[in-house]
Protein backbone atom coordinates (compact mmCIF):
# COMPACT_ATOMS: atom_id res chain seq x y z
CA UNK A 1 0.00 0.00 0.00
CA UNK A 2 2.82 2.45 0.50
CA UNK A 3 3.94 2.87 -3.07
CA UNK A 4 1.10 4.84 -3.79
CA UNK A 5 2.37 7.24 -1.21
CA UNK A 6 5.77 7.75 -2.99
CA UNK A 7 5.90 11.06 -4.55
CA UNK A 8 5.47 12.08 -0.66
CA UNK A 9 8.78 13.32 0.76
CA UNK A 10 9.69 11.48 3.50
CA UNK A 11 12.46 11.96 5.92
CA UNK A 12 14.15 9.09 7.48
CA UNK A 13 16.54 10.07 10.94
CA UNK A 14 20.06 10.95 10.36
CA UNK A 15 21.77 11.49 13.71
CA UNK A 16 24.35 14.29 13.78
CA UNK A 17 25.75 12.83 17.54
CA UNK A 18 28.28 9.66 17.66
CA UNK A 19 26.34 9.08 20.95
CA UNK A 20 22.93 9.02 20.31
CA UNK A 21 21.45 7.25 17.05
CA UNK A 22 18.52 7.70 17.53
CA UNK A 23 17.57 11.46 18.97
CA UNK A 24 18.25 14.30 18.49
CA UNK A 25 17.17 17.93 20.00
CA UNK A 26 17.41 21.43 17.59
CA UNK A 27 16.59 24.89 18.25
CA UNK A 28 13.47 25.77 16.07
CA UNK A 29 15.43 29.38 15.14
CA UNK A 30 18.48 27.24 13.72
CA UNK A 31 16.19 25.35 11.09
CA UNK A 32 14.12 28.32 10.50
CA UNK A 33 17.30 30.74 10.39
CA UNK A 34 18.69 27.64 8.01
CA UNK A 35 16.00 27.61 5.97
CA UNK A 36 15.71 31.57 5.33
CA UNK A 37 12.16 31.47 6.52
CA UNK A 38 10.75 29.88 3.47
CA UNK A 39 8.88 26.94 4.64
CA UNK A 40 9.33 22.96 3.34
CA UNK A 41 6.54 21.39 1.43
CA UNK A 42 4.21 19.23 3.27
CA UNK A 43 6.01 16.03 4.46
CA UNK A 44 6.36 13.03 6.60
CA UNK A 45 8.93 11.43 8.43
CA UNK A 46 9.64 7.84 9.79
CA UNK A 47 10.25 9.57 13.48
CA UNK A 48 8.43 10.62 16.01
CA UNK A 49 8.88 14.47 16.46
CA UNK A 50 7.57 16.93 19.26
CA UNK A 51 7.62 20.36 18.54
CA UNK A 52 7.54 22.56 21.73
CA UNK A 53 6.45 26.45 20.48
CA UNK A 54 7.64 28.79 23.12
CA UNK A 55 6.83 31.61 20.80
CA UNK A 56 5.76 31.50 17.27
CA UNK A 57 2.98 32.42 14.98
CA UNK A 58 1.62 31.07 11.83
CA UNK A 59 -0.15 27.70 10.57
CA UNK A 60 0.76 23.99 11.28
CA UNK A 61 -0.72 21.89 8.80
CA UNK A 62 -1.28 17.98 9.84
CA UNK A 63 -2.85 15.66 7.64
CA UNK A 64 -5.03 18.34 5.69
CA UNK A 65 -6.22 20.07 9.29
CA UNK A 66 -5.14 23.48 10.14
CA UNK A 67 -4.10 24.45 13.34
CA UNK A 68 -3.23 27.93 14.65
CA UNK A 69 0.25 28.29 15.45
CA UNK A 70 0.09 30.29 19.41
CA UNK A 71 3.15 30.84 22.05
CA UNK A 72 3.26 28.05 24.84
CA UNK A 73 2.12 24.92 23.10
CA UNK A 74 3.06 21.27 22.07
CA UNK A 75 2.17 19.32 18.81
CA UNK A 76 3.30 15.86 18.85
CA UNK A 77 4.15 13.96 15.12
CA UNK A 78 3.52 10.73 14.52
CA UNK A 79 5.49 8.61 11.94
CA UNK A 80 4.43 8.64 8.31
CA UNK A 81 1.95 11.63 9.67
CA UNK A 82 2.07 14.29 6.61
CA UNK A 83 2.68 18.06 8.16
CA UNK A 84 4.10 21.39 7.35
CA UNK A 85 4.92 24.83 9.55
CA UNK A 86 3.61 27.92 7.58
CA UNK A 87 5.58 30.40 10.11
CA UNK A 88 4.98 33.89 10.43
CA UNK A 89 7.82 35.45 11.33
CA UNK A 90 11.13 33.54 13.45
CA UNK A 91 10.02 31.09 16.46
CA UNK A 92 11.25 30.65 19.52
CA UNK A 93 11.26 26.24 20.46
CA UNK A 94 12.49 23.58 20.16
CA UNK A 95 12.04 20.11 17.56
CA UNK A 96 12.50 16.97 19.48
CA UNK A 97 12.96 13.85 17.06
CA UNK A 98 13.52 10.36 18.21
CA UNK A 99 12.88 6.41 16.42
CA UNK A 100 10.65 3.66 17.76
CA UNK A 101 14.19 2.22 18.02
CA UNK A 102 15.08 4.73 20.72
CA UNK A 103 11.85 4.29 22.65
CA UNK A 104 12.57 0.41 22.91
CA UNK A 105 15.89 0.63 23.50
CA UNK A 106 14.93 3.05 26.58
CA UNK A 107 12.10 0.68 27.62
CA UNK A 108 9.32 3.55 27.11
CA UNK A 109 6.28 1.48 26.54
CA UNK A 110 4.42 2.01 23.59
CA UNK A 111 0.95 2.69 25.92
CA UNK A 112 2.91 5.84 27.06
CA UNK A 113 3.01 7.12 23.89
CA UNK A 114 -0.19 6.11 23.13
CA UNK A 115 -2.19 7.13 25.59
CA UNK A 116 -1.34 11.11 25.35
CA UNK A 117 -3.54 10.51 22.79
CA UNK A 118 -2.05 13.10 20.44
CA UNK A 119 0.28 10.91 19.27
CA UNK A 120 -2.41 10.29 16.28
CA UNK A 121 -1.83 8.74 13.06
CA UNK A 122 -4.92 10.09 11.46
CA UNK A 123 -7.71 12.34 12.74
CA UNK A 124 -7.07 15.18 15.06
CA UNK A 125 -3.91 15.88 16.39
CA UNK A 126 -4.52 19.29 18.48
CA UNK A 127 -1.76 21.00 20.27
CA UNK A 128 -1.04 20.29 23.69
CA UNK A 129 -1.15 23.93 25.64
CA UNK A 130 1.63 24.60 28.51
CA UNK A 131 0.63 26.32 31.27
CA UNK A 132 3.25 29.21 32.63
CA UNK A 133 2.78 26.90 35.63
CA UNK A 134 4.30 23.62 33.87
CA UNK A 135 6.30 25.88 31.44
CA UNK A 136 9.42 25.28 34.27
CA UNK A 137 8.80 22.03 34.19
CA UNK A 138 9.01 21.50 30.04
CA UNK A 139 12.25 23.95 30.17
CA UNK A 140 14.34 22.24 32.80
CA UNK A 141 13.45 18.78 31.19
CA UNK A 142 14.67 20.11 27.44
CA UNK A 143 17.60 22.10 29.51
CA UNK A 144 18.96 18.55 30.99
CA UNK A 145 18.36 16.47 27.44
CA UNK A 146 20.92 19.39 25.93
CA UNK A 147 23.36 18.75 28.57
CA UNK A 148 22.97 15.21 28.57
CA UNK A 149 23.70 14.75 24.79
CA UNK A 150 26.37 17.40 24.90
CA UNK A 151 27.83 15.82 27.73
CA UNK A 152 28.40 12.63 28.72
CA UNK A 153 30.62 9.87 26.82
CA UNK A 154 28.71 6.71 28.07
CA UNK A 155 25.10 5.96 29.59
CA UNK A 156 24.17 8.72 26.84
CA UNK A 157 21.18 7.23 25.56
CA UNK A 158 20.21 6.22 28.91
CA UNK A 159 20.13 9.39 30.32
CA UNK A 160 18.57 11.04 27.65
CA UNK A 161 15.84 8.15 27.21
CA UNK A 162 14.73 9.32 31.14
CA UNK A 163 14.25 12.53 30.10
CA UNK A 164 11.65 11.73 27.34
CA UNK A 165 10.20 9.52 28.92
CA UNK A 166 9.42 12.06 31.90
CA UNK A 167 8.56 14.78 29.60
CA UNK A 168 6.07 12.05 27.95
CA UNK A 169 4.48 11.38 31.36
CA UNK A 170 4.11 14.95 32.08
CA UNK A 171 2.44 15.74 28.59
CA UNK A 172 0.46 12.65 29.54
CA UNK A 173 -0.62 13.74 32.77
CA UNK A 174 -1.86 17.28 31.38
CA UNK A 175 -3.80 15.61 28.69
CA UNK A 176 -7.48 15.79 29.48
CA UNK A 177 -9.15 14.33 26.20
CA UNK A 178 -11.40 12.23 28.24
CA UNK A 179 -9.90 10.14 30.72
CA UNK A 180 -11.63 8.54 33.19
CA UNK A 181 -10.87 8.08 37.12
CA UNK A 182 -11.09 3.75 36.85
CA UNK A 183 -7.73 2.37 36.57
CA UNK A 184 -9.43 -1.01 35.59
CA UNK A 185 -11.46 0.56 32.95
CA UNK A 186 -8.91 2.77 31.53
CA UNK A 187 -6.25 -0.09 31.44
CA UNK A 188 -9.22 -1.71 29.42
CA UNK A 189 -10.06 0.90 27.08
CA UNK A 190 -6.63 2.06 25.75
CA UNK A 191 -6.00 -1.85 25.23
CA UNK A 192 -9.09 -1.63 23.08
CA UNK A 193 -8.30 1.67 21.37
CA UNK A 194 -4.47 0.48 20.74
CA UNK A 195 -5.46 -3.06 19.38
CA UNK A 196 -7.96 -1.30 17.25
CA UNK A 197 -6.01 1.39 15.72
CA UNK A 198 -2.88 -1.46 15.05
CA UNK A 199 -5.87 -3.49 12.89
CA UNK A 200 -6.88 -0.08 11.49
CA UNK A 201 -3.26 0.56 10.72
CA UNK A 202 -2.53 -2.58 8.64
CA UNK A 203 -6.08 -3.10 6.97
CA UNK A 204 -7.99 0.05 6.20
CA UNK A 205 -7.77 -0.74 2.42
CA UNK A 206 -9.53 -4.47 3.41
CA UNK A 207 -11.47 -3.70 6.29
CA UNK A 208 -14.14 -0.70 6.27
CA UNK A 209 -16.87 -2.32 8.50
CA UNK A 210 -16.74 -1.66 12.47
CA UNK A 211 -18.48 -5.15 12.92
CA UNK A 212 -15.39 -6.89 11.28
CA UNK A 213 -13.09 -5.26 13.13
CA UNK A 214 -15.19 -6.08 16.51
CA UNK A 215 -15.13 -9.89 15.45
CA UNK A 216 -11.83 -9.58 15.14
CA UNK A 217 -11.63 -8.09 18.45
CA UNK A 218 -14.14 -10.20 20.26
CA UNK A 219 -16.18 -6.78 21.28
CA UNK A 220 -19.52 -6.04 19.80
CA UNK A 221 -19.79 -3.19 17.47
CA UNK A 222 -21.32 -0.79 19.54
CA UNK A 223 -19.02 -1.19 22.79
CA UNK A 224 -15.96 -1.19 20.07
CA UNK A 225 -17.93 2.37 18.85
CA UNK A 226 -18.58 3.69 22.50
CA UNK A 227 -14.79 2.72 23.87
CA UNK A 228 -13.04 4.53 21.03
CA UNK A 229 -15.53 7.63 21.19
CA UNK A 230 -15.11 8.13 24.84
CA UNK A 231 -11.12 8.17 24.30
CA UNK A 232 -11.02 10.20 21.39
CA UNK A 233 -14.37 11.78 20.74
CA UNK A 234 -14.45 10.12 17.46
CA UNK A 235 -15.93 6.32 17.07
CA UNK A 236 -14.72 4.00 15.45
CA UNK A 237 -16.48 4.20 12.17
CA UNK A 238 -15.64 7.61 11.98
CA UNK A 239 -12.06 6.80 12.41
CA UNK A 240 -11.97 4.80 9.98
CA UNK A 241 -13.75 7.10 7.42
CA UNK A 242 -11.13 9.59 8.29
CA UNK A 243 -7.80 6.90 7.37
CA UNK A 244 -9.93 6.75 4.26
CA UNK A 245 -10.25 10.02 3.63
CA UNK A 246 -6.58 11.00 4.58
CA UNK A 247 -4.89 8.13 2.52
CA UNK A 248 -6.78 9.07 -0.10
CA UNK A 249 -5.81 12.52 -0.31
CA UNK A 250 -2.47 11.72 0.19
CA UNK A 251 -2.39 9.51 -2.96
CA UNK A 252 -4.44 12.56 -4.99
CA UNK A 253 -2.17 15.04 -3.98
CA UNK A 254 1.09 13.22 -4.08
CA UNK A 255 1.14 10.91 -6.64
CA UNK A 256 -0.28 10.12 -9.85
CA UNK A 257 -2.61 7.57 -9.72
CA UNK A 258 -5.72 7.61 -11.45
CA UNK A 259 -9.13 7.79 -9.40
CA UNK A 260 -10.40 4.17 -9.97
CA UNK A 261 -6.92 2.86 -8.99
CA UNK A 262 -7.03 4.38 -5.91
CA UNK A 263 -10.69 3.43 -5.46
CA UNK A 264 -9.10 -0.02 -5.77
CA UNK A 265 -6.12 0.48 -3.98
CA UNK A 266 -8.36 1.80 -0.82
CA UNK A 267 -10.64 -1.83 -0.96
CA UNK A 268 -13.83 -0.12 -3.03
CA UNK A 269 -15.34 -2.86 -4.60
CA UNK A 270 -16.28 0.29 -7.34
CA UNK A 271 -15.30 3.53 -8.25
CA UNK A 272 -18.46 5.04 -7.90
CA UNK A 273 -18.32 3.97 -4.38
CA UNK A 274 -15.21 5.63 -3.59
CA UNK A 275 -16.62 8.64 -5.40
CA UNK A 276 -19.61 8.84 -3.95
CA UNK A 277 -17.76 8.44 -0.11
CA UNK A 278 -15.08 11.07 -0.47
CA UNK A 279 -17.77 13.44 -1.68
CA UNK A 280 -19.94 12.99 1.08
CA UNK A 281 -17.24 13.40 3.50
CA UNK A 282 -15.22 16.03 1.76
CA UNK A 283 -17.54 18.07 -0.11
CA UNK A 284 -15.70 17.67 -3.34
CA UNK A 285 -15.34 14.73 -5.69
CA UNK A 286 -11.71 13.32 -6.16
CA UNK A 287 -10.70 14.61 -8.87
CA UNK A 288 -12.29 18.12 -7.62
CA UNK A 289 -9.82 18.29 -4.10
CA UNK A 290 -6.72 17.06 -6.62
CA UNK A 291 -7.55 20.25 -8.94
CA UNK A 292 -7.88 22.49 -6.19
CA UNK A 293 -5.47 21.03 -3.93
CA UNK A 294 -2.44 21.62 -6.66
CA UNK A 295 -3.99 25.00 -7.13
CA UNK A 296 -2.37 26.61 -3.79
Known amino acids: MNSIHKDIKTYTFTAHSANLQEFEIKRMEEIYRKAHGEPDSPHRHEYYSIIFIERGKGLHLVDFTEYAIEDLTLFFIQPGQMHQLVLEEEPVGWVITFTE ?3 IANSIPGKLVEDIYLFND ?4 PPLPVTPVDLP ?12 SGTLESYTLEAVGS ?12 CNLNKSNNPQLIETSNHILR ?9 YATT ?3 SDFAEEMAVTSDYLNKTVKNLTGKSAK ?3 QSKLIIEAK ?6 TISNKELAFELGFEEPAHFNNFFKKITGQTPSEFRISAHQF
Open 208 to 210: HMV
Open 238 to 240: EHI
Open 250 to 255: RSLLFS
Open 137 to 148: VYQNLINQMIYF
Open 163 to 174: LVKLFLIQSNNR
Open 101 to 103: EFL
Open 122 to 125: YGES
Open 195 to 203: SFKRILNQR
